[in-house]
DNA sequence: ATAATAGTGTCTCTTAGACACTATAAC
DNA sequence: GTTATAGTGTCTAAGAGACACTATTAT
């Protein structure tokens, strides 16, 4: 290690007399979408609950978008990754802290944020209902679990000289406990011979701060696409779940009906049964099983 | 937009008294890992040439890491994008402007650059190589390119109370002109009963600076998965080009030999025929294909 | 018995893998 | 004709979709 440089330096002497340059640095921040699946409307006592979809939300209690809601997220220092941050954040917001954690997308647009240059480096976490219980938020803090709908409202197609344009729209309808918010966003695919390039872009947004609508669109994106060939789903569970409960989240995660034989196929080698079944149903009780610690 | 914060002030007060917090940012910097395949060694003037993925890599001309190769990659700027700053680069460095660039990750690990706190937003570019010309680089600034091999060479499987632990590791082999650059990456794969996350790190390294020998581990896993569900090896084809030609892209991607018959049937719908035949090959002539502008 | 869910069997259709066969230009 | 690649046909095995059937509990 005895280079020396143009200067004459050796590396130790060129990092000793190293200041960082005066070019402008963005914040970087990571903003999380926390999902988890939950029961809801109590029904007929035989028959099961369905599932919903859920994302964890923070009503903004400052300037930009006061009053509004966005996703849990913060600055990172100096002294942690990006994941540390997002760790970080989803323990003091939901005080779980060994969940699925998976970086999504680095949004840089500049003036996403009207303060100042900010960078928000976004995560998706996925929590089993089971161990949820979002603290108390104090009155500048108010967290809350939005129903999550995310469906497609228009396609189109383009052709060009080399290549094509698709568009899809998206409504995206977060349903709270007395808000609900709507947005609409676009992702536009352009795909010419050489280049290829997806873009989101909101076309409306109402309520949600920030680009975060965005964000929350390209999560759901990445959770309904790695359902479909990894194990993912199976972190939304509890300990114990019967293969109908397991059906219910993709489906809800999928938004589409599946056909329960080709499921159980389906997923056969992602988990393990066990002896235990689930009682007082008011039906046949159901096998429970669980993880498969083996592995894929 | 008349809501006021709890100091009584409009968004737009509020902006105008906004200063930036004077806690630490970090320098964020777009790394690119840009892939070409081009055909090796002149052979028997009857025999298809054999085809080589290259990844370009630039000579370090200062310190840290001094002489030793690195991603192209530069600062990101107040007005632009990461992916605005990655096709600056781009531009800059190989004098190309319209290929398929592709976000893969964020790294963000405290003290990967020695300087200061830099984090890299990393892409993947993809060229077709008919296009390419590297700039001739003036001495403070060598770039070339260099045969990519990445293999596997160890694989192990721990099992733990209620999940596993993957490890494998790869040795990554870059061969230039008169260097050859190898490292050592070990991806570990921690899967529990709710977490589940993946991590990289270098084992060795020779002759790569920084952390990159994980982002070009990190960029060639991604690209041998896309690969086979997508239609992303077109961008690394020629306007014309031969199925045969199609299938050693894949070949050299996946590292592994792909039975005809069955490529061909599987690529049938990310192509188009062309009336256009290869000539003067030493043997029977062969159709040429574009890329299906129809899209997928 | 009835309601509601649990769980299985099997037919079909599609697709991937394997392999063998035929075709054709340059020399 | 020989060489080397181009291109096709077909058998098999595995998997997804569709649907129907049987099983079991609480009330």
């Known amino acids: 290690m005895e280079q020396r440089d143009m200067n004459g330096l050796t590396e130790q002497e060129f990092l000793k007399q190293y200041r960082a340059g005066d070019y402008e640095r963005p914040s970087v921040a990571t903003d999380m979408a926390i999902f988890t699946v939950t029961d809801s409307e109590e029904s007929n006592y035989r028959k099961l609950p369905k599932k919903e979809l859920q994302i964890l939300l923070i009503q903004r209690g400052g300037h930009p978008y ?3 809601w966005a996703l849990p ?9 990006t994941e540390q941050a997002a760790l970080r ?14 970086q999504l997308y680095t949004f840089s647009e500049p003036g996403r944020d009207p303060r100042t240059w900010v960078m928000s480096c976004s995560y998706m976490a996925l929590i089993d209902s089971s161990k949820v219980q979002v603290k108390a938020g104090d009155d500048a803090h108010k967290a809350s679990w939005f129903s999550v709908n995310y469906r497609l409202l228009k396609e189109q197609k383009e052709l060009l000289e080399d ?4 568009t899809k729209q998206y409504e995206l309808k977060l349903i709270g406990h007395d808000v609900t918010l709507t947005s609409v966003v676009e992702c536009t695919m352009t795909s010419t011979e050489a280049t290829s390039a997806m873009k989101y872009s909101m076309i409306s947004n109402e309520g949600l701060a920030f680009d975060h609508a965005k964000i929350i669109s390209y999560a759901i994106e990445r959770l309904r696409g790695k359902v479909e060939y990894t194990d993912i789903a199976l972190h939304l569970m ?6 109908t409960n397991l059906q219910q989240v993709y489906e809800v995660i999928l938004d589409k009906q599946l056909l329960k034989a080709a499921f159980r196929r389906k997923v056969a080698y992602l988990v393990e049964e066990t002896d235990n079944y689930t009682e007082n149903a008011g039906h046949r009780p159901s096998r ?6 083996e592995g894929i």
Chains 1, 2 share one sequence.
Do not use: A
């Open 73 to 81: 997220g913060g600055f990172v220092r100096p002294t942690e990754t």
């Open 89 to 102: 954040e989803l323990k003091e917001e939901t005080n779980v802290d060994n969940v699925y954690l998976e």
């Open 238 to 243: 509890p300990k114990l779940f019967t293969l």
């Open 66 to 68: 006061l009053g509004n």
């Open 288 to 293: 429970l099983f669980r993880r498969n610690r």
């Open 163 to 166: 290549g094509f344009i698709k």
